[in-house]
């Protein structure tokens, strides 16, 4: 039976950029996943928190706080996306891995814009293939020059994002380099099963980002065609348990699994007013430490 380790991250205090005056500063934010009863979280967007290692070092050491990831995108599904991908992640790559983190969370790019218009036609099967081994290669670069696991991260009006995509991003790359983090929310938004892909791909999740979505607020996005970044702004990600999927279940078939998971809690809010999330915060981990279990705080 594996054990799922909490943590949290700076997009639930409503950072999505590096520096943006919307945003929950990042000492605050530091400061708060403490008071929230926290000690791992994820680097965020490149920039956001300091990016002298010594300094991040420092400032995390004084918290007690570790990290288990950094995150960043990919455009390998372009054919001139390499240089422009490799760029952006060796920066994430070699800051995660002066903090000793073993993790990099890897998204693909969008496929449609805020404004819910079309900005990239969707890859066909060629084009799937051509990008399960560009993925792969990342992957490999990653864990010889930087000793990191490519965790996948599948994301709404991403290239990867509805669970047939999801499935064959699975089967087009190699388990090695590439596995998946399962993010509970933006597979249900997308319409996913997380139960039928934890029951499916055992061996390829490795790595958690847990959050619920809120059904009406879908449903409503949905019908009018928005992108997810208005859902968001409507609320669509909202606080456990008051969403889908239900969390106990998923919980309980990752736990079965034979390895150790970290578990990233995650509820996409953007932009939010600076004191809503550390009662959030505070509140859902209260509610995922007393589902019991494997979680641990």
Request: overall charge negative; some cysteine; hydrophobic content about 35%.
């Given at each position: 039976?594996?054990?799922?380790?909490?943590?949290?991250?700076?997009?639930?205090?409503?950072?999505?950029?590096?520096?943006?005056?919307?945003?929950?500063?990042?000492?605050?934010?530091?400061?708060?996943?403490?008071?929230?009863?926290?000690t791992r979280i994820e680097l965020g967007p490149y920039g956001y928190l300091p990016t002298d290692p010594v300094r991040l070092k420092a400032e995390l050491d004084s918290r007690g706080l570790t990290i288990t990831a950094g995150t960043t995108f990919e455009q390998l599904h372009r054919p001139d996306g390499w240089e422009s991908t490799w760029r952006d992640v060796v920066k994430t790559a070699e800051l995660t891995a002066a903090m000793g983190a073993k993790h990099l969370v890897v998204m693909p790019s969008m496929w449609r814009g805020d404004n819910g218009e079309i900005v990239e036609e969707r890859s066909d099967h060629e084009g799937q293939t051509k990008h399960g081994r560009a993925v792969t290669e990342l992957g490999r670069r990653l864990a010889e020059e930087f000793g990191l696991q490519t965790q996948y991260h599948p994301h709404a009006d991403g290239h990867i994002d509805t669970q047939d995509t999801v499935e064959r991003l699975l089967e087009e790359t190699d388990a090695t380099y590439v596995n998946l983090c399962l993010d509970t929310g933006h597979i249900s938004y997308?319409?996913?099963?997380?139960?039928?892909?934890?029951?499916?791909?055992?061996?390829?999740?490795?790595?958690?980002?847990?959050?619920?979505?809120?059904?009406?607020?879908?449903?409503?996005?949905?019908?009018?065609?928005?992108?997810?970044?208005?859902?968001?702004?409507?609320?669509?990600?909202?606080?456990?348990?008051?969403?889908?999927?239900?969390?106990?279940?998923v919980l309980d078939a990752l736990a079965a699994l034979d390895h150790d998971l970290f578990a990233i809690v995650e509820q996409d809010m953007y932009p939010c007013p600076p004191d809503v999330p550390l009662p959030i915060a505070e509140r859902t981990l209260a509610y995922l430490t007393a589902l019991g279990g494997a979680v641990s705080s």
């Open positions: 039976m594996g054990k799922i380790s909490i943590g949290t991250a700076p997009d639930s205090w409503g950072v999505w950029f590096a520096d943006d005056p919307k945003q929950t500063p990042w000492t605050r934010f530091l400061d708060e996943v403490v008071a929230a009863g926290y997308c319409g996913g099963d997380n139960l039928e892909l934890i029951r499916k791909y055992p061996d390829r999740i490795g790595y958690l980002h847990l959050k619920q979505v809120d059904p009406k607020v879908l449903a409503e996005v949905d019908a009018e065609g928005l992108s997810v970044d208005e859902a968001v702004r409507r609320g669509v990600m909202c606080e456990p348990p008051n969403g889908v999927p239900e969390l106990p279940p």
